[in-house]
T-cell receptor, first 116, second 111 residues
Framework: DTEVTQTPKHLVMGMTNKKSLKCEQH?????MYWYKQKAKKPPELMFV???????INESVPSRFSPECPNSSLLNLHLHALQPEDSALYLC???????????????FGEGSWLTVV | GDSVTQMEGPVTLSEEAFLTINCTYT??????LFWYVQYPGEGLQLLLK?????DKGSNKGFEATYRKETTSFHLEKGSVQVSDSAVYFC??????????FGTGTRLTIIP
């Protein structure tokens, strides 16, 4: 089973709202990721958590705040977003060594975010 | 740094045609190579992968061979179906490095 589950699938929020995107995996993976994908573009890395600690922040604005409550869950808290932040937000996970899957990254179905 | 160059799209083929989507890469180490597929309105699915030179990844009738001498990982399928219409991303991952994507190739199969 290589399933990463994301909720909600669609989210519409105003520029003053606070909302969260949620991600869950039960594959025992120890790395989790947030990517942002704009139309007709490849995904862009935002954050990486390794062993529940933030290891990479790709200079993402502070209006995006990641959280990793445990090894299975990853959240992305959203506050004071701009219309240009509208995109597909993809969660992903991968094993970290010691596994014949190597560094394969598995993606969820994504959350479509519209900021109005 | 690492990079992936992918065949520009869009690509339109008739059903049962032979498919090739070219992908070449530049990497400093010994990367793993991947093809991901994104169907309309969905997330990315891993289609196939290869972790070392001369490995062949295959899935759902698609194949790609890791060619170190030509730094290529071209995606092929002998007979495409309408259901193969999607965007295909070639990607590489160097150990300890980020996943690097190509720009994506949109494939449309017409009946």
């Amino acid at each position: 089973d290589t399933e990463v589950t994301q909720t909600p699938k669609h989210l519409v929020m105003g520029m003053t709202n606070k909302k969260s995107l949620k991600c869950e995996q039960h594959m025992g993976h120890r790395a989790m990721y947030w990517y942002k994908q704009k139309a007709k573009k490849p995904p862009e890395l935002m954050f990486v958590y390794s062993y529940e600690k933030l290891s990479i922040n790709e200079s993402v604005p502070s209006r995006f705040s990641p959280e990793c409550p445990n090894s299975s869950l990853l959240n992305l808290h959203l506050h004071a977003l701009q219309p240009e932040d509208s995109a597909l937000y993809l969660c992903a996970s991968s094993p970290l060594g010691g596994d014949n899957s190597g560094n394969t990254i598995y993606f969820g179905e994504g959350s479509w975010l519209t900021v109005v | 740094g690492d990079s992936v160059t992918q065949m520009e799209g869009p690509v339109t083929l008739s059903e049962e045609a032979f498919l090739t989507i070219n992908c070449t890469y530049t990497a400093t180490g010994y990367p793993s190579l991947f093809w991901y597929v994104q169907y309309p309105g969905e997330g990315l699915q891993l289609l196939l992968k290869a972790t070392k030179a001369d490995d062949k990844g295959s899935n759902k009738g698609f194949e790609a061979t890791y060619r170190k001498e030509t730094t290529s990982f071209h995606l092929e399928k002998g007979s495409v179906q309408v259901s193969d219409s999607a965007v295909y991303f070639c990607a590489l991952s160097d150990p300890g490095e980020k996943l690097t994507f190509g720009t994506g190739t949109r494939l449309t199969i017409i009946p």
